[in-house]
């Protein structure tokens, strides 16, 4: 190989050695230059209404609903109803048949003949034996009658041994016929009563087959709208057990009502006379009212889960809920109207700072008080409740947690949330970009919320500010203080609704 060769060989090696460092370099400086850039995420503080509302599921039903059965076993012979019918109060909706019950009326009707026959004979019999008694009666009498003349005349020694010991027979026979007879009597008079029980219970047993023979004619208990019928001509039905339903009857279906499953942290709330509003997926657009009439006390546990039942009234003139569909119900609790709003991501946010430049940045806003107080209620709860949620009385947290959840006041001006704190009285801080392109904390006094905004009652805040939700660091999210890098915010970071460095 000769000397031009293997010089050019040489210089394309550190062409390549060149362009290999180069491409290495610059991937290098790419993604060092890349790490460590954050951009902000700003929200708006903006004018309008906070509503604090519960929200729940119920069914809609007709106010009156009633199940009309058959107290008697038989097969559908006739049906007179269907479904959505009209039906009036004792309108007949259905007949089962009848000739079984039509039987048993007429066996019924031979055993009470048969029972008045038998006890007329006993009256008969009581008669003759009334008759014998009075016989025996005058039979007596006249024996004894007989025996005295006898005794007279057998002491005048008229009359001798064996005539007075005739007449004594005589007589004790008259009255021992007497008792005979009076015990005949006693007995057919128990007869008579024993035929008067079972003549009872027959006219009984034909008053029931002829009450069953009546339960063959199925009528509507009410006037209303038959909602559903849940037997077919030629079905057989057995009411043994338990009475089956066979149509299901709504009074008035232009009054309807909502039964909710509330929640056993709402319930409180409620109140009856409260506005509801509803939407079904039927006309998912459309809003319907309803007014709460009462708050069950009765609670229903599933899967430990505790609801109550409220019950919410509402009219349906054109008829168009129907019966069974479901209901997302929401209760106005409270309303702030044309109130300063802000995002509650903001109070989400914190940016992951140390104590001492946590410290200087609530300085530099005017806010030591504030921090101190937050920093002692953090002292107190170590050990027992993170800082990120942090929620003092009148004090309030860093940005590291909404004061007060998502809960709202009730009551208007002396309405409290779930911490019990008075409307107004809670506290927190969030953060903006100042002029200089720094981090600034506001703290501020809340009101209601909505769950996705939260009155400003009082605060260094207009409509229009711009405050920060979160931030990203290489694309990545993160607005709490678990944060490893430091957030910018204290060294000339400039503003603008996403900022980068």
């Known amino acids: 190989m000769s000397n031009g060769h293997r010089h050019n060989r040489k210089y394309l090696w550190l ?13 290098w400086e790419f993604f060092t230059s890349k790490s460590g850039k954050t ?5 708006t503080v903006d004018r309008g209404d906070i509503v604090t509302q519960v929200a729940m599921t119920g069914t809609l039903a007709a106010v009156t609903t009633v199940a009309v059965g058959t107290q008697v076993s038989g097969t559908v012979a006739e049906l007179y109803a269907d479904f959505n019918s009209e039906v009036k109060k004792g309108q007949i909706l259905a007949k089962l048949d009848p000739s079984l019950f039509q039987t048993q009326v007429e066996q019924a009707e031979a055993s009470v003949k048969t029972g008045e026959a038998v006890l007329n004979n006993d009256a008969a019999v009581i008669a003759t034996m009334k008759a014998n008694i009075e016989k025996s009666r005058v039979d007596v009498l006249n024996s004894a009658r007989k025996y ?3 005794k007279q005349l057998y002491d005048e020694g008229v009359e001798t041994k064996d005539d007075l010991d005739t007449a004594q027979a005589s007589m004790d026979s008259a009255a021992a016929a007497q008792v005979a007879a009076q015990a005949q009597m006693e007995a057919a008079q128990a007869a008579l009563r024993a035929d008067q029980a079972r003549l009872d219970q027959a006219r009984a047993n034909l008053k029931n087959a002829q009450v069953n023979l009546e339960h063959t004619i199925i009528a509507s208990p009410i006037s209303g709208t038959v909602i559903s019928r849940n037997v077919d001509r030629g079905q057989t039905v057995a009411a043994s057990f338990s009475t089956p339903t066979m149509f299901t009857i709504g009074e008035d279906l232009t009054k309807m009502q909502v039964s909710t499953n509330t929640d056993e942290a709402d319930v409180g709330k409620l109140k009856p006379g409260m506005e509801a509003i509803f939407t ?20 229903t546990t599933v899967q430990n889960v505790v609801t109550y039942n409220a019950m919410i009234d509402v009219p349906n003139p054109d008829l168009r809920l129907k019966p069974g569909m479901t209901a997302n119900v929401k209760v106005v609790i409270d309303k702030a109207e044309n109130v300063l709003r802000l995002p509650n991501a903001a109070m989400r946010f914190r940016p992951s700072l140390t104590d001492a430049e946590m410290a200087a940045a609530f300085k530099r806003a005017g806010e030591e008080e504030f921090y101190a107080l937050y920093k002692n209620q ?4 170590q050990g027992s409740a993170s800082a990120s949620s ?3 009385r009148g004090t309030g947290s860093l940005g590291m947690g909404f004061a007060g959840g998502n809960r709202g ?10 911490s019990g704190l008075s409307r107004g009285s809670r506290k927190t801080s969030v953060w903006i970009m100042g002029q200089d392109g720094l981090l600034r904390p506001v703290v501020l006094k809340l009101g209601l919320t909505d769950g996705v905004r939260t009155e400003i009652v009082e605060g260094k805040l207009k409509e229009g500010d711009k405050v920060v939700l979160s931030a990203e660091i290489n ?8 944060q490893t890098s430091r957030m910018p915010g204290f060294g000339g970071v400039p503003m603008g609704g996403r900022v980068t460095r």
């Open 15 to 27: 062409i390549l050695i060149l362009i290999t460092g180069s491409g290495a370099f610059g991937a």
């Open 39 to 43: 951009s902000y995420i700003y929200g």
């Open 148 to 150: 005295k003349l006898t």
């Open 280 to 299: 079904v997926d039927a006309y998912a657009d459309e809003l319907f009212h309803g007014t709460i009439r009462q708050v069950r006390l009765a609670a």
């Open 378 to 381: 953090e002292g107190r709860s």
């Open 390 to 392: 942090f929620s003092a």
């Open 409 to 418: 006041g009730v009551n208007g001006g002396t309405s409290r949330d779930g």
């Open 475 to 482: 694309g990545n999210q993160s607005t709490a203080a678990t």
